[in-house]
Each structure stands twice: as structure tokens, then as C-alpha cells.
């Protein structure tokens, strides 16, 4: 186990370090060739030991009997954190959730489902984050009078905008989802997901509040609440707990979920009415 404890450690020290300078080329700075040389010669370091001890786990899994894509899965959870591996995903559903929304297309929905819609409360605030980059981009470029750290300024302006336009993008195209055998998948985008058997529905009704905290909130008593815009429209009492993910991969267990719906009745009365 030392050396996934090494692994992930040189993962962390090098991984931002390495992004600091993927920003700085992407925005044309130069930099000076030794500290090149020395930065992808660390890289490579940290590679060759990541490749070593991802090797190690995987023959020894399969020592143990695993199949090759299970010992592979093993190796990447052991060494890569859950974390690391949930931010990518959501980033790559994201960037995926833009070219659906330019097609004007919806994932997961299937013929005779029912898509409920849950961007109401943030759709302003998102496009006004937006408004407010763009602003704060064109101000810094006319402020800033160094070149370089003009350019470098400028891609994390442009990769801020494209994170804030994905994650929209990601909710508008993952609507919650009710199937015409009654089951309920309630979602936020790439971030949560949690599907909902028609057995486990004990009731369901139009119940507006209006919540603080984070996006995903749950009480001791086992109350879920997934909080969109300061709100959520729709309770779920559950015949059993049914246990969720949270964003960055830690689990729980709810009994009661509580969530926003554009329009909780028209929800409400397809759950209620399963073909």
C-alpha cells in the first residue's frame, strides 16, 4: 500500500503544478526552456510511477482471479481518488451536455417518458455569471498591461464561461425522468442521480419550499433534499431507504427526497398515473 500512498501523493503535488503550465503555454507565455525540461522530466517521473504501481495492482488482482477489465477498474480506483475520478466524469458529461443542447437533444429520455424540467430558479443566475465574465474579461483585458499575464487571465476567463454554459447545459438536457411503469430518476445535471423503483414510491405531492444550504442536503432523520435556486417543489415519501451518491462520490441513505420540478403537478400527476 506504500506505493499507492506514493503514486496518489506525486499525483497531487505534480497534477496542479502541470495545469499552471498547460495554462501558461495555452495562453502563449514563454517560459524559460529549463523550466520546461524540468517540468516535463518531473511529469514523466510521476508518470513512469503511476504506470508501476497500476501495473503491480492490476497483476496482482488478476493473481487473484479478477477479469482484465475488473483488475484494471480495481487498479485506477486503488491509485486515482474518487474524487479526482468524479470531477473528471462530471466535466466530461458536461462538455458532452453542450453539443446536446445545440442539438436541442435530451439524455435518457425514451419514448413515452415524462421529462420534467428543473433549470427555472437558476436559468437568470447562470446566464447572469456569464454577462458578469464576459464583463470582467473585457475589463481585465483593458486593464491588465502585461501581455502575458493578459493571456494567461484571458484562458481562465474563457475556460470559466464554458464551465458555467456546460453545467447549464448538463441540467437543461438531463431533465428528471418519469418511466410509464411508474419509477422516477431525479437529477441535477451530470452531478447526482438517483433512480427511484415504482415499488419504492409510497406517495408523492406538490410541496414547495424553500430550503438553504448546499445542492445536495440530507437530515438526520434521513430527509434528502437536492436544492435548486433556494428551493424544491416535489416530496417523495419512500417505502425503504434508497441509498444515493453525493457529487464527489461520498454515499447516503434517504427516505424522504425532496426536489425541484418547473412543474411539480405535471410530475406529480405522471407518477401518479404510471401507463
Known sequence: MSGVRMARAAAVAVIPGELVLVVCLAAGV?????????AEVLVLAVFALE????????????????GPRAAWRAAVHAV???QVRRLLRHELRAAAALGRWV?????????????????????????????????ETVCLA???????????????????????????????????V????????????????LAVPADAVASVR??????????????????????????????????????????????GEARTVRFHADDPRALVTALRQPA
Do not use: N
Open 30 to 38: 514563454r517560459l524559460p526552456g529549463w523550466a520546461l525540461a524540468a
Open 51 to 66: 504506470l508501476w504501481v497500476l501495473r503491480s495492482l492490476y497483476a496482482a488482482a488478476r493473481a487473484d482471479g479478477a
Open 80 to 82: 486515482v481518488p474518487v
Open 103 to 135: 442539438l436541442r437533444k435530451k439524455y435518457g429520455v425514451q419514448a413515452g417518458d415524462h421529462a420534467a424540467a428543473y433549470t427555472g430558479p437558476q436559468t437568470a443566475m447562470m446566464y447572469g455569471m456569464v454577462f458578469v465574465s464576459v464583463v
Open 142 to 176: 483593458l486593464l491588465i498591461p502585461w501581455p502575458a499575464v493578459h493571456r494567461v487571465v484571458l484562458v481562465l476567463d474563457v475556460y470559466g464561461i464554458l464551465i458555467v454554459l456546460a453545467l447549464h447545459a448538463a441540467c437543461v438536457t438531463r431533465p428528471h
Open 178 to 193: 418519469v418511466r410509464p411503469d411508474g419509477s422516477l430518476l431525479i437529477r441535477y445535471g451530470a452531478l447526482f442521480d
Open 206 to 251: 406538490v410541496d414547495r419550499r424553500y430550503p438553504e444550504g448546499r445542492l445536495v442536503k440530507v437530515s438526520e432523520d434521513g430527509v434528502l433534499d437536492l436544492i435548486v435556486g433556494s428551493q424544491t417543489s416535489v416530496t417523495v415519501e419512500l417505502t425503504r431507504p434508497l441509498s444515493f451518491t453525493r457529487p464527489l462520490g461520498a454515499r
